[in-house]
């Protein structure tokens, strides 16, 4: 009865606050896990709830297909929350339903968390995105780049690298610090597989050697190869900081923007709300997993693959960067910091192999630390010149459109290949409700 009472008195509250006039027009309800914006109908911000009620239907077919456990989308435009629904399952084998507060592997949706850090680290003047490398970490002042046989399967040789590897570099994927897990050379095979993988295996410091002691597959600024400057920038950070790279975003971009169930491990309390996969590949029929398990503590916090988060704290997060850095009145970076990142970075004589790690992004050019759209046709996904993005390989996808005033948000465990698939539907069915 009182909780009803409270209820009721709140909405009266908000609803007085939004129609009134001096100091309550200005108050706006604080964000919840279920309500991290302003909610609005969709017909209110030029979305039509006809069609979007056809994700439902999509997700629906697909969960009792077995093609995916369950899902989280969020939608917002014009700084309202005008979807956000759960669908499926956040454990199907034991019988748990998908909630909104579920909490999900983002992977290398991480990336640009760390990314806004070490701009916000810029903006103290605490770095410089063109230091290099070797001021912090000096073993990485001589480097090498490996030169290879025709087939890849032998170096050759190595020359010396021709610059030194910059911030720069680490946040555009032109460092030549490759993932071992995404070719099959000899230099990939010296590499760990991935963020994760890396994280799992070898302390802050044992990885950074592990780096430095390998030669590089590219020369600096050469070309754009997915791997490991992200996880190298956010040693940087604590090297800055002196704290832990999630003690920092906790102080600078968590904290302040209300996000807070996002890190980079699941404490026990927390741990019913975290979504599983599928046990098996329902493309290959073969076991998978989730990498990391996010409620064991890894050697170190990997800026390029190993936080968690949910559809309303990353929603958070990503309207941040629409709003030009600011959000609620709560400034992360200034607004030509925000307009630098969200630019394409790489040069004309970059070689982009952008489509190697993410197929729907070909096409793309690169900011830092995440995607930028340079054209409206040729790429494979609906939007507009200049949205931006990054997904991650668990099943998580996130964009924001700011032409449209659009953010979307998606949430799924399902790190197969299928990922690829739904990153082009959710696409699809979002923008042709756009009115």
Same mark, same amino acid.
């Given at each position: 009865?009182?909780?009803?009472?409270?209820?009721?008195?709140?909405?009266?509250?908000?609803?007085?606050?939004?129609?009134?006039?001096?100091?309550?027009?200005?108050?706006?309800?604080?964000?919840?896990?279920?309500?991290?914006?302003?909610?609005?109908?969709?017909?209110?911000?030029?979305?039509?709830?006809?069609?979007?009620?056809?994700?439902?239907?999509?997700? %629906?077919?697909? +969960?009792?297909? #077995? /093609?995916?456990?369950? $899902? *989280?989308?969020?939608?917002?435009?014009? &700084?309202?929350? @005008?979807?956000?629904?759960?669908?499926?399952?956040?454990?199907?084998?034991?019988?748990?339903?998908?909630?909104?507060?579920?909490?999900?592997?983002?992977?290398?949706?991480?990336?640009?968390?760390?990314?806004?850090?070490?701009?916000?680290?810029?903006?103290?003047?605490?770095?410089?995105?063109?230091?290099?490398?070797?001021?912090?970490?000096?073993?990485?002042?001589?480097?090498?780049?490996?030169?290879?046989?025709?087939?890849?399967?032998?170096?050759?040789?190595?020359?010396?690298?021709?610059?030194?590897?910059?911030?720069?570099?680490?946040?555009?994927?032109? %460092?030549?610090? +490759?993932?071992? #897990? /995404?070719?099959?050379? $000899? *230099?990939?095979?010296?590499?760990?597989? &991935?963020?994760? @993988?890396?994280?799992?295996?070898?302390?802050?410091?044992?990885?950074?050697?592990?780096?430095?002691?390998?030669?590089?597959?590219?020369?600096?600024?050469?070309?754009?190869?997915?791997?490991?400057?992200?996880?190298?920038?956010?040693?940087?950070?604590?090297?800055?900081?002196?704290?832990?790279?999630?003690?920092?975003?906790?102080?600078?971009?968590?904290?302040?923007?209300?996000?807070?169930?996002?890190?980079?491990?699941?404490?026990?309390?927390?741990?019913?709300?975290?979504?599983?996969?599928?046990?098996?590949?329902?493309?290959?029929?073969?076991?998978?997993?989730?990498?990391?398990?996010?409620?064991?503590?890894?050697?170190?916090?990997?800026?390029?693959?190993?936080?968690?988060?949910?559809? @309303?704290?990353?929603?958070?997060?990503?309207?941040?960067?629409?709003?030009?850095?600011?959000?609620?009145?709560?400034?992360?970076?200034?607004?030509?910091?925000?307009?630098?990142?969200?630019?394409?970075?790489?040069?004309?004589?970059?070689?982009?192999?952008?489509?190697?790690?993410?197929?729907?992004?070909?096409?793309?050019?690169?900011?830092?630390?995440?995607?930028?759209?340079?054209?409206?046709?040729?790429?494979?996904?609906?939007?507009?010149?200049?949205?931006?993005?990054?997904?991650?390989?668990?099943?998580?996808?996130?964009?924001?459109?700011?032409?449209?005033?659009?953010?979307?948000?998606?949430?799924?465990?399902?790190?197969?290949?299928?990922?690829?698939?739904?990153?082009?539907?959710?696409?699809?069915?979002?923008?042709?409700?756009?009115?």
């Amino acid at each position: 009865m009182r909780s009803a009472l409270n209820t009721a008195l709140s909405v009266l509250f908000w609803t007085i606050a939004a129609t009134g006039t001096g100091a309550w027009a200005q108050a706006t309800p604080p964000a919840t896990a279920e309500d991290p914006l302003p909610r609005a109908a969709p017909e209110d911000v030029g979305l039509s709830s006809a069609r979007l009620a056809r994700i439902a239907d999509v997700l %629906s077919a697909d +969960i009792a297909a #077995g /093609r995916m456990p369950g $899902a *989280v989308i969020a939608i917002a435009r014009r &700084g309202k929350l @005008a979807y956000f629904e759960a669908f499926g399952w956040r454990d199907k084998s034991a019988g748990v339903r998908m909630t909104t507060d579920t909490i999900f592997n983002i992977a290398s949706m991480t990336k640009p968390l760390t990314t806004v850090a070490a701009l916000a680290l810029q903006e103290q003047g605490k770095l410089l995105i063109d230091d290099r490398v070797a001021q912090y970490f000096p073993q990485f002042g001589s480097m090498q780049v490996a030169q290879l046989d025709t087939t890849g399967d032998r170096i050759t040789g190595l020359v010396a690298a021709a610059r030194p590897i910059t911030i720069r570099d680490l946040l555009t994927h032109t %460092s030549g610090l +490759i993932y071992g #897990g /995404r070719g099959s050379t $000899a *230099v990939h095979k010296l590499y760990p597989a &991935g963020s994760a @993988a890396a994280a799992a295996e070898l302390t802050g410091p044992e990885f950074l050697d592990k780096l430095a002691g390998a030669p590089l597959l590219w020369q600096p600024g050469s070309t754009w190869d997915y791997g490991f400057g992200l996880d190298v920038t956010g040693q940087i950070i604590e090297r800055i900081t002196h704290q832990s790279l999630g003690a920092y975003l906790q102080q600078a971009v968590f904290a302040p923007l209300g996000m807070s169930d996002t890190g980079f491990l699941i404490p026990p309390e927390k741990a019913a709300r975290y979504a599983k996969a599928l046990p098996t590949d329902p493309e290959t029929g073969k076991p998978q997993t989730l990498d990391p398990d996010s409620t064991r503590e890894q050697k170190f916090e990997c800026g390029g693959g190993c936080a968690v988060s949910t559809a @309303a704290d990353y929603l958070r997060f990503a309207s941040m960067l629409l709003g030009g850095g600011e959000l609620d009145g709560k400034r992360i970076l200034g607004r030509k910091t925000v307009q630098y990142m969200t630019s394409n970075q790489l040069s004309p004589s970059t070689t982009n192999l952008i489509y190697r790690a993410d197929p729907t992004r070909a096409d793309y050019g690169f900011g830092l630390g995440l995607a930028v759209r340079r054209t409206e046709g040729v790429v494979r996904l609906l939007g507009s010149v200049g949205d931006f993005s990054w997904p991650g390989a668990s099943g998580t996808n996130w964009w924001v459109d700011p032409r449209e005033q659009l953010v979307v948000v998606f949430m799924a465990h399902t790190p197969g290949t299928v990922r690829w698939h739904y990153r082009e539907m959710i696409n699809a069915l979002v923008y042709q409700a756009v009115e």
